[in-house]
């Protein structure tokens, strides 16, 4: 593994961690301000839409899991293929948890200070019965 695939591991491993910790600012500073994501249902939309969606979600527990099923990195850009699961519980226990999950396809693009951050994600993930 090379130390580019290792970076881009670790930023999804700290994705998660965030996420799961509710920690909008680590989340947001893995991306580049022109991110753009796609989700079923929606308009594509950018980081300030995704904070202004994550400050609407104080009142939930997320955690998560992601499986890398396939990472290529070329050049300053990479692109990596996964499987994710996300679980989304109220916390004041007003409704069961609601599990996501499907298939993502994320691109990164490496800054001029070497940092790995997502540019672009496609998420294709859907309500679990």
Known sequence: MTDDERAIRQLIDTWLAASKAGDTATVLSLMTDDAIFMVPGQKPFGKAAFMAASEGQKNVD??????????????????????????????????????????????????????????????LLVVQG
């Open 62 to 123: 997320v955690d998560g899991k992601s499986e890398i099923l396939e990472l290529q990195v070329l050049g300053d850009w990479a692109f990596l293929r996964s499987q994710l699961e996300v679980s989304i519980t109220q916390k004041d226990g007003s409704a069961p948890p609601v599990r996501h999950a499907g298939n993502t396809l994320t691109i990164l693009r490496k800054e001029t200070d070497g940092r790995w951050l997502l540019a672009r994600d496609a998420n």
